[in-house]
């Protein structure tokens, strides 16, 4: 089994350009790189990376951010789940922002690796870039942290809260939260007057969040774990609101591939599908190993994070203590503080696509005006390979899912 290259070693951000979310900066990056002038030859690039190896041996070429969100894909990787489907696998590569991994993906430098579900809809639609959501990597994962001081959403009016990039979950489920306390989200350059009744929003790296509540730069964030968890340990701040008790049991980051591997190699699909799949089930049973398996100290070193950080998150021994103190408010909901499931259901597709339009983001939003729920749930997503790969572990009740895969969404802000 390969062993991660130098280039995926543990590495803590120290400035807003060298993150693992996406900053300003990195959203011009990426809008250029996938501009007209710039997508023809780095797709072309990618092209002839693929056309290089032959029929279903193009190895499996990871690329990930160390947050949680990569969880199936690197307990695929250390389990050695894809070879055992008959798979070649690379060192899975960490990349510092969505940019870099969006480019490296581009380009063919990576053809396996999970983005935030949102920001898809935006390469797809907006960037036009080709390549389709095969799986979802998790649900829920996700949690609002603030300041010792802030009891409520409506606390923060005045103040500034980061989100790790425009086109999240995190995005659109803290402006739901905000809508519903009567304030309204704006995006003011730092030092500008906030009035009480807004709340200025700001993109910020993840690995920089935790430092930026502690400096009180900012009053809170929204972020996929475990940055939350290293907050509540260190004691930096506190869970006001965790995503999935927002949105039962939303998808996050989402498995995604280049349309040209899906149609000239639907075996290599389907195997990285099953792999996938079967890194889920095994997780979902085995949550304190697989924080080992993505610790700083395991054997690989897939993540700068310590065993007992990813433990809080994956294994959520304390979850009823959130219910009880009023943090997890839908005690129905009966939800782990993070799970996995793989199915990508049609109806979360299109609230996601309703939801966005309702979204304030930055840059050109004017793609998704366009943009039909139902027609994005088939044409976004190839489930295929998912249904086939879930049959092959025992079908839905594997994962606690309905027989028939549909659902009804349910968001109680």
Known sequence: MSRPTPSSRPHICQSSACGCGMNRRDFLRLSALTGAGLAVP????????????????????????????????????????????????????????????VEAF?????????????????????????????????????ALTVAHDIDSVAGLGGKTVAVPFWYSIHNILLQKLLVASGLTAVTRPRGTAI?????????????????????????????????????????????????????????????????????????????????IVK???????NQLDAAKLLAASGDKRYTPHSVEVLAKVLSATDYASYEASGVARNKGWHQRRIDFQPYPFPSYTEELVRSLLATKVEGDASFLAALDPAFVARDLVDDRFVRTAIERVGGPQAFGLPADLLRQETIAV
């Open 195 to 275: 009035a009480a009744s807004e709340v200025n929003l700001i993109v910020l790296p993840p690995a920089e969040m935790v430092s930026a509540l502690a400096g009180k730069g900012i009053a809170g964030f929204i972020v996929a774990d475990p940055f939350n968890a290293a907050a509540e340990l260190n004691k930096v701040g506190k869970i006001l609101r965790f995503s999935g008790d927002v949105w039962k049991d939303h998808a996050c980051c989402v498995t995604f591939l280049a349309e040209r591997d899906i149609a000239e190699r639907p075996q290599w699909a389907q195997r990285v599908t099953d792999a």
């Open 42 to 101: 780095m797709l072309r690039a990618g092209d002839a990376a693929a056309q290089a190896a032959r029929g279903d041996d193009l190895p499996v070429k990871i690329g990930y951010l160390p947050i949680t969100d990569a969880t199936p894909l690197l307990i695929a990787h250390a389990r050695g789940l894809f070879e055992a489907e008959g798979l070649r696998t690379e060192a899975p590569r960490l990349f510092r922002s969505w940019a870099q991994i």
């Open 106 to 142: 581009v380009s063919g430098q990576v053809n396996v690796i999970h983005l935030l579900s949102p920001t898809t809809l935006w390469v797809r639609y907006g960037t036009k870039f080709p390549a389709k959501v095969v799986a979802w990597n998790h649900m829920n994962g996700s």
């Open 279 to 285: 890194a889920q089930l095994w997780t979902r049973s």
